[in-house]
């Protein structure tokens, strides 16, 4: 057949065979059993409330029915003309078929102000649907505000449900997943709204470092309610679609006179570029559910579980010759990190997160021989691979959720050093810088290295060097280890000299190869490129099995 | 023979000549330029010597540069390839001045072929048939249209300098006549530097055949059968087979004969190509003759079994040849398609460049020949010629042959840039390529809109649902399979033959699913097929799901130029404030050789020009903008 088809979108029929399938893996029924107790022992004619002629049956299947259209088929609707799915479309997709176990479906809100307390203004349920369920089999809690209830606001009782998940999956190990789209507090229940928030925020602190937080913005999400996706573990967001500000371009126009739009001040571009709030963005609803279902497969339930191991098919050992010329001989010309990462990786199947911000250093998740490893690797091709403020925060902050959940880390260095200049000294490098540092010297989980180019200055031992821990430090035979470039360290060491180029030469014999670095043991083997996949995943096996602790500590005090 | 031969090329052709070496036990030496510097090539050669940067002119065509490398290594012979500087009589000269030999015909030889004019006028005095209309060098656009009005439209127009394809177009009246003779005095200028042109009756749906001719230094020439290059586009060969389905004994006895009589009159030597346009009657005319070794020699070299490369080098040191004429046979059938680096849906290919992320050629089947001088990891740069490779298959029949391509195509393996092997597979598989009814107008002919894409049927797409919707569900299945997962126990059975229920029809899919690998070996109802997929399948409510979502606004492409490919700009006509017609010439972009104007869409005003003469620019890359 032919090259480089492209289906796009599955025909009805063909999909109906693996859904039995999928029915015979996950025969988690929602509600079910809790609706059959209650029929037995409440005959009809039993009791009866206020609304009279209905029986408590009666009344259960009519709140049921009621939480499933959230706030009615007409704000439903309009969702869907925004180009938005409901927060149970959501779900659904999200999850495994008929895995979704839900939740707290009869709360309501208690707010009685401003007639919120009338029948019209109650939602079964309320502004957000919580539970849990599986992705392909493995277990998560979700919660996913409902933007057709009261625009997605956060009440007590909203605030509430999604407290309990949060508990629970503490409590059991498992992800949380929160699907962002609300408009905010909910204004008519003041501070108890406010005091929603600081729970959820207190939740996500404790949570922290003890199961993965992901968060997807998927339409509003703003004031003080953006600090719950900041204080996880990473936040998506969907182009166009979703936005993230403390507040909003009228509040901006009334204290600042400047005029901005929301997609410039709070939408994906701009928090996938320019402030790095955000991890990653995707082109919809539906691309944005499918690769959260991808994205959870690399993680770990807790930190109590190790890296996850998945089937592979790509040989272990497997050479990758291409790695043999990418490195240019020019030391000063570019090549890609990621053409090196693709190659050396399980299926060149590589999740990059924040991929179009401070794209001087690459992070993301790949598999090695099955299993989940964090990348870190400088971009030659942007900035030389220099480190600088943005780079520092981003590298140090995916290393720390690699070392919180077990995850192996493979650093690719060619660094040339840090960034210099006004800009970065006065912007605070110095302690941002350190928190790359102290990201990797603090991690105890395997940490492999290969440096691939160049290894210049502190940012050498920045680099998950041997000096901070690094269980096994490779050098391709490009490797240069030095404390600066050649032309640089003549004009010091031979300052005055007449023949600088003579001294250049020598100082590039001695100093522009691994071997410095080799020779005292800085790294442990100089490797044909082509070999180090096979090698990699060898160590990987070895070090399955290390342990190391810190020194106790109430907590640690990185540099903020 | 020879102790030490240098290599004065690069790509597959270099690769080709240092394989021969290494047979011969000659020593090779390759020259590079510095971006080729860890080139297959390269590697290959017992010694390499850098002659230059990127630009062919600075490096493959740096004479100076190459003269040094000769005496440096000690090298005793050139084999020049094909292009660069194989057609040179400048180099021919130095190199004799020099004592070295140089693997190809006589100064004279290149020098009386080289030269379209006075190789039209050895040819008639050989009493080889010569195309009608033929006339002299060009002075100005006037005089050519004086001499296209005089020769009868439609005419062809090109460099007299240049070989193949390069740099001719068609005039059907006089303000084409006017334009041709703008671009082809450029890109003579560009080149070759050598501005002259040629203009020349122009035979309407012809076939191009060429005979393969063989000469010593004594007198000695054979002609090694035919070679069928009918299917071009833009004057560029795609796929050739030898022989031709066209000719009978009589027609390529006569052709080989006159090729021959050519070869002798000119004292040729070496291997060369006389090539031929043949009319639906039989008829051919002498085209040119190539003095060089031709990209698609491994045809002939398949039917006659023939080393070309191993007689050139045995020609040059004087050896006589070793066949007579009634030793050459035609030993089966052979087809070669020439693997491009170029988006075959833009003008069945606008050059393409980037980096073989994965690159796997199908040298797991029988009787295929792949010569390449790149392999995975390696870059196709504006700099060079974007042929990947030249793909070959042979066997006892044409059918043979052909089945042999499709499966060879089916195979091979290029990521990272985009290729034309979805054209190329389209014309192999084509009713009216396998009927044998071609012609250089094939491509346009069959395609009058361009190329489009292989256009599935039913049962074809089908099949491919079926098994995309398998490989959906062995992906899914193996996101199941991680160690530690409470449900791990339920999933022993791995998905080895899966029914599909595609429209009502079930279609059934076996295969070894390996996720890690390109290629996919299937078989769907009972037919062994190879696949390669980038595929998104979509689950049933997910594709429901998706219909809410809104398509994203395209932008406007009418009001905005971009550059179809990666190249340089030649020429910017226009400024900013301008008004631009429908159709009018906006700027010239030169990429691999080859300057391609650019027109405006609709007729507007000129809002801003984003390049200038001279500058580099990728595809995609904003040119000018219209209001």
């Known amino acids: 057949m032919m090259a480089a088809f492209s289906v796009a979108r599955s025909s009805c029929g063909l999909i109906n065979g693996l859904r039995v399938s999928f029915r015979s893996l996950a025969p988690v029924k929602h509600g079910a059993v809790a609706a059959a107790a209650l029929q037995t022992s409440l005959l009809p004619d039993c009791r009866r409330y206020s609304v009279g002629h209905l029986s408590v049956k009666e009344r259960i299947d009519m709140k049921r029915k009621a939480a499933l259209v959230g706030g009615g088929q007409k704000r439903i609707d309009a969702q869907h003309k925004r180009g938005k799915l409901t927060a149970r479309e959501r779900v659904e997709l999200l999850l495994d078929p008929e895995s979704f176990v839900e939740s707290d479906m009869f709360v309501e809100h208690r707010c009685s102000d401003f007639g919120m307390e009338q029948d019209r203004n109650k939602f079964p349920g309320d502004s957000v649907v919580t539970g849990r369920g599986r992705i392909n089999g493995r277990l998560v809690y979700v919660f996913s505000q409902d933007f057709t209830v009261f625009g997605g606001s956060l009440s007590g009782a909203h605030a509430q449900k999604i407290c309990k998940i949060m508990d629970q999956a503490m409590t059991v190990g498992a992800p949380v997943i929160g699907l962002n789209d609300s408009g905010g507090a909910r204004i008519q229940e003041g501070?108890?709204?406010?005091?929603?928030?600081?729970?959820?925020?207190?939740?996500?602190?404790?949570?922290?470092?003890?199961?993965?937080?992901?968060?997807?913005?998927?339409?509003?999400?703003?004031?003080?309610?953006?600090?719950?996706?900041?204080?996880?573990?990473?936040?998506?967001?969907?182009?166009?679609?979703?936005?993230?500000?403390?507040?909003?371009?009228?509040?901006?126009?009334?204290?600042?006179?400047?005029?901005?739009?929301?997609?410039?001040?709070?939408?994906?571009?701009?928090?996938?570029?320019?402030?790095?709030?955000a991890h990653h963005a995707f082109e919809n609803d539906v691309d944005a559910l499918l690769n959260m279902r991808e994205f959870f497969n690399f993680l770990p339930l807790s930190n109590q579980d190790p890296s996850p191991i998945r089937a592979c098919h790509d040989p272990s050992d497997r050479l990758v010759t291409s790695l043999d010329t990418i490195v240019p001989f020019e030391t000063t010309k570019a090549y890609d990190m990621l053409d090196i990462i693709h190659a050396i990786v399980d299926e060149r199947d590589f999740f990059e997160i924040m991929p179009s911000y401070a794209k001087n250093i690459v992070v993301g998740f790949a598999r090695m021989n099955g299993r989940t490893v964090g990348i870190v690797g400088n971009q030659p091709k942007v900035a030389s691979g220099c480190l600088d403020i943005n780079s520092s925060v981003k590298g140090a902050r995916f290393v720390r959720f690699c070392d919180a959940f077990n995850i192996p880390i493979i650093t690719f260095v060619d660094v040339p050093g840090f960034l210099p200049g006004t800009a970065q000294e006065y912007g605070g490098i110095i302690r941002h810088g350190a928190k790359l540092l102290y990201a990797f010297a603090e991690a105890t989980v395997p940490k492999i290295t290969i440096i691939t180019r160049k290894a210049y200055g502190g940012a050498y031992d920045?680099?998950?060097?041997?000096?901070?821990?690094?269980?096994?430090?490779?050098?391709?035979?490009?490797?240069?280890?030095?404390?600066?470039?050649?032309?640089?360290?003549?004009?010091?060491?031979?300052?005055?000299?007449?023949?600088?180029?003579?001294?250049?030469?020598?100082?590039?014999?001695?100093?522009?190869?691994?071997?410095?670095?080799?020779?005292?043991?800085?790294?442990?083997?100089?490797?044909?490129?082509?070999?180090?996949?096979?090698?990699?995943?060898r160590d990987l096996e070895v070090l399955a099995s290390k342990k190391q602790v810190n020194p106790w500590k109430k907590h640690a005090n990185i540099p903020l | 023979t020879f102790d030490?031969?240098?290599?004065?090329?690069?790509?597959?052709?270099?690769?080709?000549?240092?394989?021969?070496?290494?047979?011969?036990?000659?020593?090779?030496?390759?020259?590079?330029?510095?971006?080729?510097?860890?080139?297959?090539?390269?590697?290959?050669?017992?010694?390499?010597?850098?002659?230059?940067?990127?630009?062919?002119?600075?490096?493959?065509?740096?004479?100076?540069?190459?003269?040094?490398?000769?005496?440096?290594?000690?090298?005793?012979?050139?084999?020049?390839?094909?292009?660069?500087?194989?057609?040179?009589?400048?180099?021919?000269?130095?190199?004799?001045?020099?004592?070295?030999?140089?693997?190809?015909?006589?100064?004279h030889a290149i020098m009386a072929m080289g030269d379209k004019i006075e190789s039209k006028l050895i040819a008639k005095a050989a009493k080889v048939n010569t195309i009608p209309g033929f006339d002299g060098v060009v002075e100005t656009a006037d005089d050519a249209v004086k001499i296209a009005q005089q020769i009868g439209y439609p005419v062809m127009i090109k460099a007299s300098a240049g070989g193949g394809g390069k740099g001719m177009r068609i005039a059907w009246n006089d303000e084409e006549t006017r334009e041709g003779f703008r671009f082809s005095s450029q890109e003579a200028a560009s080149s070759f530097g050598d501005d002259r042109l040629l203009i020349e009756k122009y035979i309407d749906n012809p076939r191009h055949i060429e005979i393969q001719v063989l000469a010593d230094k004594h007198g000695n020439a054979l002609w090694l059968n035919e070679r069928e290059c009918s299917i071009q586009r833009r004057n560029q060969k795609v796929v050739e087979e030898a022989p031709s389905t066209f000719l009978d004994s009589v027609t390529r006895r006569a052709m080989g004969e006159q090729a021959v009589q050519l070869a002798k009159a000119v004292q040729y030597s070496s291997a060369g190509t006389v090539e031929f346009l043949v009319d639906s009657k039989k008829n051919f005319y002498?085209?040119?003759?190539?003095?060089?070794?031709?990209?698609?020699?491994?045809?002939?070299?398949?039917?006659?079994?023939?080393?070309?490369?191993?007689?050139?080098?045995?020609?040059?040191?004087?050896?006589?040849?070793?066949?007579?004429?009634?030793?050459?046979?035609?030993?089966?059938?052979?087809?070669?398609?020439?693997?491009?680096?170029?988006?075959?849906?833009?003008?069945?290919?606008?050059?393409?460049?980037?980096?073989?992320?994965?690159?796997?050629?199908?040298?797991?089947?029988?009787?295929?020949?792949?010569d390449s001088g790149i392999q995975e990891g390696s870059d196709i740069s504006i700099y060079y010629d974007p042929m990947i490779s030249k793909l070959v298959t042979y066997g006892a029949t044409r059918a043979e042959a052909l089945s042999k391509m499709e499966d060879a195509l089916d195979n091979y393996v290029i990521r990272g840039v985009t290729h034309n092997i979805p054209l190329l597979r389209e014309i192999i598989t084509h009713p009216r390529f396998i009927s044998g009814d071609i012609s250089t107008n094939f491509l346009p002919e069959v395609y009058p809109d361009g190329f489009k894409g292989h256009q599935l049927e039913v049962g074809n797409r089908r099949e491919l649902l079926a098994s995309a919707a398998a490989l959906y569900i062995t992906a899914q299945l193996r996101s199941q399979k991680v160690l530690g997962n409470l449900r791990k126990t339920?999933?022993?059975?791995?998905?080895?033959?899966?029914?599909?229920?595609?429209?009502?029809?079930?279609?059934?899919?076996?295969?070894?699913?390996?996720?890690?690998?390109?290629?996919?070996?299937?078989?769907?109802?009972?037919?062994?097929?190879?696949?390669?997929?980038?595929?998104?399948?979509?689950?049933?409510?997910?594709?429901?799901?998706?219909?809410?979502?809104?398509?994203?606004?395209?932008?406007?492409?009418?009001?905005?130029?971009?550059?179809?490919?990666?190249?340089?700009?030649?020429?910017?006509?226009?400024?900013?404030?301008?008004?631009?017609?429908?159709?009018?010439?906006?700027?010239?972009?030169?990429?691999?050789?080859?300057?391609?104007?650019?027109t405006a869409a609709k007729q507007a005003k000129v809002k801003k020009v984003h390049c200038k003469p001279g500058e580099t620019v990728g595809e995609g890359d904003l040119l000018v903008e219209l209001e």
């Open chain 1, 191 to 277: 501070v108890e709204s406010l005091a929603g928030y600081a729970d959820i925020f207190l939740r996500n602190v404790l949570a922290s470092g003890v199961v993965p937080q992901i968060s997807l913005i998927m339409g509003p999400c703003a004031g003080g309610a953006v600090y719950s996706p900041a204080l996880t573990d990473f936040t998506f967001m969907v182009k166009d679609t979703s936005y993230l500000f403390i507040t909003g371009p009228d509040v901006v126009k009334s204290v600042t006179n400047e005029d901005v739009t929301q997609e410039e001040l709070g939408g994906a571009k701009t928090h996938t570029t320019v402030s790095g709030v």
């Open chain 2, 286 to 370: 002498f085209l040119e003759m190539n003095t060089r070794l031709q990209v698609e020699h491994p045809i002939t070299e398949c039917i006659t079994g023939l080393d070309l490369v191993e007689q050139m080098i045995r020609v040059a040191k004087g050896y006589k040849l070793l066949h007579k004429q009634e030793d050459i046979p035609i030993n089966g059938w052979a087809i070669e398609s020439r693997v491009y680096a170029e988006d075959p849906y833009k003008s069945f290919g606008l050059p393409s460049i980037g980096r073989l992320s994965q690159y796997q050629e199908p040298l797991n089947l029988s009787n295929v020949r792949v």
């Open chain 2, 490 to 598: 339920c999933w022993r059975l791995i998905l080895q033959t899966s029914t599909v229920e595609v429209d009502g029809g079930k279609v059934e899919v076996s295969g070894q699913w390996n996720l890690a690998s390109t290629l996919l070996p299937l078989t769907i109802n009972g037919t062994d097929r190879m696949l390669q997929f980038k595929v998104r399948v979509l689950s049933k409510l997910a594709a429901e799901l998706n219909s809410y979502m809104p398509e994203k606004v395209a932008e406007d492409t009418s009001s905005i130029l971009r550059s179809p490919m990666p190249g340089s700009v030649v020429a910017v006509s226009v400024k900013p404030g301008d008004t631009v017609a429908e159709g009018q010439e906006i700027c010239v972009i030169e990429a691999m050789k080859m300057q391609n104007s650019l």
């Open chain 2, 4 to 107: 030490k031969i240098l290599i004065a090329n690069r790509g597959e052709i270099a690769c080709r000549v240092i394989k021969t070496c290494q047979k011969m036990g000659i020593k090779s030496v390759a020259v590079h330029s510095d971006v080729d510097a860890s080139a297959v090539h390269v590697k290959m050669a017992d010694e390499a010597v850098c002659v230059g940067p990127a630009p062919t002119s600075k490096s493959y065509l740096n004479m100076d540069a190459i003269m040094d490398a000769i005496r440096s290594t000690g090298a005793q012979a050139v084999h020049p390839g094909y292009g660069f500087l194989s057609e040179n009589k400048e180099f021919a000269k130095r190199l004799a001045a020099e004592g070295v030999t140089f693997i190809g015909p006589d100064t």
């Open chain 1, 462 to 537: 920045v680099m998950s060097s041997k000096h901070l821990r690094g269980d096994v430090n490779y050098a391709w035979p490009s490797a240069e280890v030095a404390v600066m470039g050649a032309k640089g360290a003549v004009q010091i060491i031979f300052r005055g000299k007449e023949n600088q180029a003579e001294a250049e030469a020598e100082y590039v014999e001695k100093f522009a190869n691994p071997f410095p670095a080799a020779v005292r043991g800085f790294v442990d083997d100089i490797i044909e490129p082509a070999t180090t996949r096979k090698k990699i995943c």
